[in-house]
């Protein structure tokens, strides 16, 4: 977080100390992400708004494409792009489809998106067809059990239960995955509490894991 932060103030990125990104982008990084090695490799980020993060592995060689709803983006990025002189792309898109062909992808990232698609399983098998086999996806998501007293607001869209990103994620035909994930559920509580820190209405947590194309 260190180095994406101190990036990002060199740049005018979006800086993140004290909400969910600062638990999601060291845990991807740790479970996945470093070993890539990003000369000649396309990557396609989901919800890229103005994060560092795709920029960052921009300077490391990746081909980066955008993915976003909002074009308000758009004269950042054309800067960001001249400025460091970095293989980067995007679309603007109105729906779960990807204006991007089969097999084009060797990673997805998409950190704390899903809760915000409408259409959770077209977005998910979307992801699946860019993906070039055996290649990454790499994700987190927002986590709201209402059983244990959290509540989403309506407004954010609506965050997964668990069951729910087992059998619709993990689970899904393109990832091979048979057996359901080992869940660290024993930080639940403190996690929730830390998030609830950041703002009254982060009355939930949040999940990562890394699939693979199969």
Known sequence: MAECNAFAARHGLRQFTNWSKVWEYPWIHEHGLETMRWPGRHLVD?????SPLPWLLATQGARVTLIETDPQWQPIWERLRNE???KVDWHIVTSELLPLPDASADAVTSFSVIEHQPDKRRAISEIARILKKNAPFFVSFDICEAAQGMTFPEWNGRAITLAEFEDEIWRHP?????ERP???LADIPAYQAWHLQSAPHHNYVTG???LVKR
């Open 208 to 210: 990562a894991a890394v």
């Open 174 to 178: 393109a990832f091979g995955n048979t």
């Open 46 to 50: 989901f919800g890229s708004e103005i």
């Open 182 to 184: 080992t869940w660290n």
């Open 84 to 86: 460091l002189g970095v």
